[in-house]
């Protein structure tokens, strides 16, 4: 606990005041602004040690264009920085990839891949191929939803920039992200909207039930 501490208050510490806002929190941030905190956000994720052995593994999937992505990140890195345990209030495990082959039959063998694979983990991992996103997502939600090109690109569209947040293991130490809106909202325990698609329902049920378990948020409405 102390080291959990010393890595969460050696980041406060470095944070930008007030008058950074702007800065802080603009879109489509230079790379190397992204950069400055993802070594802090991968040591927080890899507290809780359902993400590190997902993380370690998900190469054996042979999954293209593979990303471990959205609540497990960002609500992990809250339970730290609350002092909770790592897991507490995470229903699921995301999984994304990217693969040219859009049937359901393909998906379904990922599916069935990814539960062997993880089989001796007990939490729920759910996995989903990009490309055919759109092909399900208007019957579901009653809104269109763009064609993707890469899985990452759908981070762009979740109801919230702190979901926007993806993680790729690589068989080694090494990890990569992808964060469109950098990490600071999840830092800081921020909820602010992400308008690229007006689906302001599920917004408000997603930040409802976070504010219910994580009652320190600071939510942002829609409007």
């Not at 995301?94 to 694979?117: C, F, H, K, N």
């Amino acid at each position: 606990m102390r080291r959990k501490g010393h890595i969460v208050n050696r980041y406060r510490r470095q944070l930008p005041n007030q008058e950074g806002e702007n800065l802080l929190f603009a879109d489509d941030l230079p790379r190397y602004e992204i950069a400055r905190n993802a070594d802090t956000l991968i040591k927080l994720v890899q507290m809780n040690p359902y993400n590190k052995e997902i993380l370690k593994r998900m190469h054996l999937l042979d999954a293209p264009d593979c990303w471990l992505v959205s609540g497990c990140l960002f609500q992990t890195v809250w339970n730290v920085v609350e002092g909770r345990h790592p897991c507490d209030g995470i229903l699921d495990y995301d999984i994304i990839y990217y693969d040219p082959d859009q049937s359901r039959e393909a998906e379904e063998v990922m599916t069935i891949r990814a539960g062997a694979l993880f089989s001796d983990l007990d939490v729920k991992i759910q996995i989903k191929n990009q490309s055919r996103v759109h092909m399900w997502y208007e019957p579901k939600f009653g809104l269109p939803y763009p064609e993707l090109k890469s899985a990452a690109q759908s981070l762009r569209y979740y109801p919230s920039k702190v979901q926007a947040i993806a993680l790729q293991g690589r068989g080694s130490s090494r990890i990569a992200f992808d964060a469109p809106f950098g990490f600071e909202n999840i830092l800081r325990l921020i909820v602010r909207p992400n308008h690229a698609l007006e689906f302001p329902d599920i917004y408000e049920a997603k930040t409802k039930r976070w504010k219910d378990i994580w009652p320190n948020l600071e939510i942002h409405p829609w409007a």
